[in-house]
């Protein structure tokens, strides 16, 4: 098998990542539900960032719990292919992951938090 360049890597690549984002849909409930979150926040981000650097923060941070649930998503895929029974390994990999988009969302929660305190403030 031959290595691409170019646009061809590019385009290849591009199929791959849609190809793991259409199975993640498909395959995990979380990822799911951070998608509909996403679709929600994204846009509440334009309305509620009151600079261009807070609305990429809130952007940002709901992107990253995305990302680190894909990769969540790739580490438990990959422990679950190499068996099944329990091992304190496998369950660490598992439990690090999970606790990786744990403080994504914690992220998320101070982010938006100190954007909805401050919009208050400025009301009031």
């Not at 190499?82 to 598992?94: D, N, P, Q, V, Y």
Request: with cysteine; proline share 1%.
């Amino acid at each position: 098998m031959y290595k691409t360049t170019g646009l061809t890597h590019l385009i290849n690549s591009t199929k791959y990542s849609l190809q793991g984002l259409k199975s993640a849909f498909k395959n995990e409930t979380a990822f799911r539900h951070e998608c509909f979150l996403a679709c929600i926040l994204i846009p509440l981000a334009f309305f509620l960032g009151e600079t261009k650097i807070e609305i990429i923060l809130m952007i940002s941070s709901v992107l990253l719990v995305m990302a680190l649930e894909l990769l969540n998503s790739a580490v438990e895929a990959v422990v679950d292919r190499i068996g099944t029974e329990r091992h304190e390994l496998s369950g660490r990999a598992k439990d690090q992951g999970s606790a990786s988009v744990f403080i994504a969302l914690c992220i998320v929660a101070v982010v938006w938090g100190e954007s909805y305190f401050s919009n208050i403030r400025n009301i009031f």
